[in-house]
Nanobody
Framework: QVQLVESGGGLVQAGESLRLSCTAS????????MGWYRQAPGKQRERVADITSGGNTNYADSAKGRFTISRNSAKNTVYLQMDSLKPEDSAVYYC????????????WGQGTQVTVSS
């Protein structure tokens, strides 16, 4: 089991920045990958970025060049630094933990709202 607690959402203006945090209840090195997803009203949940236990990072095209995923293993925390925010980035952002076992296990945080005004 993994519990994930997110924080850092809020209301900002276009062009501003936010940093989201996700703290896991166990060592993030025991988790194959941690990532951030988002879901806007009326849309499907989409992957924003993820980081593997080995430190490899992956970004959605919409996030490349503006968002940075990082981690602090001592704090069991993964961050999403979001710069140059746009109104279309507005969504509920969810932290995800993927554990590759049989069966594969996916864990989700409760979500944090990000709203970007124009």
């Amino acid at each position: 089991q993994v519990q994930l607690v997110e924080s850092g959402g809020g209301l900002v203006q276009a062009g501003e920045s936010l940093r989201l945090s996700c703290t896991a209840s166990r060592s993030i090195f025991s988790i194959n990958a941690m990532g951030w997803y988002r879901q806007a009203p009326g849309k499907q949940r989409e992957r924003v970025a993820d980081i593997t236990s080995g430190g490899n990072t992956n970004y959605a095209d919409s996030a490349k060049g503006r968002f940075t995923i990082s981690r602090n293993s001592a704090k069991n925390t993964v961050y999403l630094q979001m710069d140059s925010l746009k109104p279309e980035d507005s969504a509920v952002y969810y932290c995800n933990a993927l554990i590759v076992t049989l069966p594969i296990k996916n864990y989700w945080g409760q979500g944090t709202q990000v709203t970007v005004s124009s």
